[in-house]
Nanobody, 112 residues
Framework: QVQLVESGGGLVQAGGSLRLSCVAS????????MSWFRQAPGKEREFVAS????????TYADSVKGRFTISRDNAKNTMYLQMNSLKPEDTAVYYC?????WGKGTLVTVSS
């Protein structure tokens, strides 16, 4: 069964770090660009970052630029989001997107 599975969310204090992972199963992971989105309580889902098939091109939302780093390991069918200097406003469910699919999300909570 084709799916994307996120992990790595949790509770962290402001200024802390987390690394999210997204594992793809059942498809050729390297054939598609991948993205991270997030949805905060009461807000619409928003773009966070994207990465090209090879990993050579990355794009970030202004709100996370300089703090978050997206990467991928095609040999492991895995995409990552390294999140540093976290802020309370980064609190959201983070979703992996690509291969025409969405994951179920992983919750990140940043306390002040």
């Amino acid at each position: 069964q084709v799916q994307l599975v996120e992990s790595g969310g949790g509770l962290v204090q402001a200024g802390g770090s987390l690394r999210l992972s997204c594992v793809a199963s059942g498809r050729t992971f390297s054939r598609d660009g991948m993205s991270w989105f997030r949805q905060a309580p009461g807000k619409e889902r928003e773009f966070v970052a994207s990465i090209s098939r090879s990993g050579g091109t990355t794009t970030y939302a202004d709100s996370v630029k300089g703090r978050f780093t997206i990467s991928r390991d095609n040999a492991k069918n895995t995409m990552y989001l390294q999140m540093n200097s976290l802020k309370p406003e980064d609190t959201a469910v983070y979703y992996c997107n690509g291969l025409g699919l969405w994951g179920k999300g992983t919750l990140v909570t940043v306390s002040s």
